[in-house]
């Protein structure tokens, strides 16, 4: 395994706060739905993990209310969704579907795309949302649990049992390949004793790419491409066709738990 990072794990990153009692997860946080592989994952490892649980709360004219059967008011109008032929999000909530009566619905399916998925309507497939399942009316589509010393933890397991295979601050900037031999040709991060940079050749029968989007979408010559020899690759134009989602993730520690006044205890929002 070849990390341009000097850690292991990509997006999925666990910050470890003295300020706080749980670590702080900077990417991936929950495990959606059953993801029996994720949680057969976590056992082997033995860390500990939980359904998360709690109540939905949204804000209306400055107030925060009950969000009543949030999730079954979503699947309301995204089973209304007909995935033939493909179209954007945006031009199926055109369509107004479900009518007046669903309009509040609509808006709030709305925001939970961009929210929950991070995505642009006019851009995210309808028919991909529709094949996720409906978030209303299957359970494991509604399942979320937490890893309690953090996502990190599970990369951190992983990568003890092959710790040997591992090469950190290893940045790619060309794969030459073709069937059955692969070379790739990297930049290592620290310099050597005498200061001068340092170069590392792989040769493999096979290579994962596990780039993120952006890196594969840049184009030579751009900061972090990586230059495939030969290219177009067979999945070129599948990668040039996606799009990422873009997502801001502000984490808030509170001195202590809070409520809302007469509606009990806030442990959740939406």
């Known amino acids: 395994m070849v990390e341009a990072r000097g850690r292991t794990g990509g997006r999925i990153h666990s910050h470890l706060d003295p300020h706080s009692?749980?670590?702080?997860?900077?990417?991936?946080?929950?495990?959606?739905g059953e993801a029996t592989?994720?949680?057969?994952?976590?056992?082997?490892?033995?860390?500990?993990?939980?359904?998360?649980?709690?109540?939905?709360?949204?804000?209306?004219?400055?107030?925060?209310?009950?969000?009543?059967?949030y999730l079954d008011r979503l699947g309301r109008v995204s089973r209304l969704i007909d995935p033939t032929p493909d179209h954007s999000f945006a031009e199926f909530?055109?369509?107004?579907?479900?009518?007046?009566?669903?309009a509040q619905d609509r808006a709030r399916l709305d925001r939970f795309v961009q929210s929950f998925h991070g995505a642009d309507p006019a851009v995210i497939s309808a028919k991909s949302?529709?094949?996720?399942?409906?978030?209303?009316?299957?359970?494991?589509?509604?399942?979320?649990?937490?890893?309690?010393?953090?996502?990190?933890?599970?990369?951190?397991?992983?990568?003890?049992?092959?710790?040997?295979?591992?090469?950190?601050?290893?940045v790619v900037e060309r794969v030459e390949w073709e069937p059955g031999a692969v070379r790739a040709h990297c930049r290592i991060d620290e310099p050597d004793a005498?200061?001068?940079?340092?170069?590392?050749?792989?040769?493999?029968?096979?290579v994962i790419v596990t780039l993120p989007i952006g890196v594969m979408q840049a184009a030579a010559g751009e900061t972090a491409a990586v230059v495939f020899d030969p290219d177009p690759l067979p999945i070129r134009r599948a990668?040039?066709?996606?799009?990422?989602?873009?997502?801001?993730?502000?984490?808030l520690l509170v001195r202590e738990r809070f409520s809302t006044r007469n509606t009990g205890e806030?442990?959740?929002?939406?």
């Not at 009692?21 to 959606?32: N, Y």
């Not at 994720?38 to 939980?50: E, G």
């Open 21 to 32: 009692p749980i670590p702080v997860e900077l990417g991936a946080e929950f495990i959606h």
């Open 37 to 69: 592989s994720t949680r057969r994952l976590l056992d082997a490892a033995r860390l500990p993990h939980y359904d998360a649980d709690g109540q939905q709360w949204r804000g209306q004219n400055g107030r925060l209310v009950r969000a009543e059967k």
């Open 93 to 102: 909530l055109a369509q107004k579907p479900g009518g007046p009566r669903m």
């Open 129 to 170: 949302l529709a094949q996720q399942g409906n978030p209303g009316g299957d359970e494991t589509v509604q399942r979320t649990g937490r890893v309690i010393p953090g996502y990190g933890a599970v990369v951190s397991w992983l990568a003890s049992q092959v710790p040997d295979a591992i090469a950190l601050g290893h």
């Open 194 to 206: 005498a200061g001068s940079p340092q170069h590392a050749v792989i040769d493999a029968r096979a």
């Open 239 to 251: 990668v040039n066709l996606m799009e990422p989602g873009v997502v801001l993730r502000v984490p």
């Open 266 to 270: 806030l442990t959740g929002y939406a």
